[in-house]
């Protein structure tokens, strides 16, 4: 929804999941497992036009409270 962000949210995420980890809660591969459910997750719901219509809503909701631009720039992956 802001793929301005995308590398600042994905090494949050990356962090979050090493602090289970050196806490005791989980297991690298339970950080990895999580990971993995997580997108395929994502890419079922991606295949779903509803879910697609959801997010494009929320995205330009989500874009306006932020006062970013409309339509989000095209980042290279």
Known sequence: ?????RAALFARGRTYGQSRVIIGAH???DVEAGHLI??????FLLQS????NDLRAARASLRQSLGLPAEPPTLAP
């Not at 929804?1 to 962000?5: C, D, G, N, T």
């Not at 036009?49 to 697609?52: L, Y």
């Open 38 to 43: 997580g997108s395929v997750a994502a890419a």
């Open 27 to 29: 297991f690298p591969s």
């Open 1 to 5: 929804m802001v793929p301005e962000q």
């Open 49 to 52: 036009p509803q879910f697609q």
